[in-house]
C-alpha cells in the first residue's frame, strides 16, 4: 500500500510534439509557488524540452496535485501525485487517530483491541475516502483535463 495515493498515466499527441510543447510552454508561468491571485496562465512549473513539472494555476483543488512527466514522439507518460505541502498537511491529519487510539488505550486498557480496531479502521478511512477519493482523484481529473486541453491529448490510458 502506498502512503499517499499517485497514478500514471500514458497519453497519445493528436498534433505535432514540438506545437505541443510550445503551447504548453506559453500557458505555463515560471513560478513554483501558488499564489493567491489566479494568473492568466494554466499551469504554474517548468517545461524543459521534452520534460515537464506542472502544478494547475485553479485556485481551489486543482493545485493539489503536481503533474511530472515526459514527452517522446508523440506519446508521453505523467505522473500524477500530491504536492509535497499537502503530503505534510495529510501526514499530521494521519497522526489523530494514532494519538486517539494512544489516548484511549491508557485510560481503558481492558478494551485496548476494539480501540486498536477503530483506530485502523480511521486511518484506512482517511487513507482511502478522504484524501483518495475526495481530494486527489477530483484534483487529478481537473488537472489532466487541463493537461489535455493544453497538451491536444488525442488519447489517455492509466497504466
Do not use: H
Not at 501525485?81 to 481503558?108: D, N, R
Amino acid at each position: 500500500m502506498k502512503f499517499f495515493p499517485s497514478t500514471d498515466y500514458e497519453f497519445k499527441l493528436s498534433g505535432n510534439q514540438v506545437e505541443a510543447m510550445e503551447r504548453l510552454e506559453r500557458r505555463t508561468g515560471k513560478s513554483r509557488v501558488a499564489a493567491a491571485n489566479r494568473p492568466e496562465k494554466s499551469f504554474l512549473g517548468s517545461v524543459d524540452q521534452n520534460r515537464f513539472t506542472l502544478t494547475s494555476s485553479q485556485i481551489g483543488a486543482g493545485a493539489l496535485c503536481k503533474l511530472s512527466g515526459k514527452i517522446d514522439n508523440g506519446v508521453g507518460r505523467v505522473k500524477v501525485e500530491l504536492k509535497m505541502a499537502f503530503k505534510i498537511v495529510f501526514s499530521a491529519v494521519f497522526i489523530l487517530p494514532i494519538g486517539g487510539t494512544i489516548s484511549e488505550i491508557s485510560k481503558t486498557p481492558d478494551k485496548a483491541l476494539l480501540f486498536v480496531i477503530v483506530g485502523i479502521l480511521q486511518f484506512l478511512m482517511i487513507r482511502f475516502f478522504f484524501i483518495e477519493y475526495f481530494f486527489f482523484r477530483r484534483s487529478a481529473r481537473k488537472s489532466l483535463d487541463r493537461l489535455s486541453d493544453v497538451l491536444d491529448i488525442e488519447s489517455i490510458k492509466k497504466v
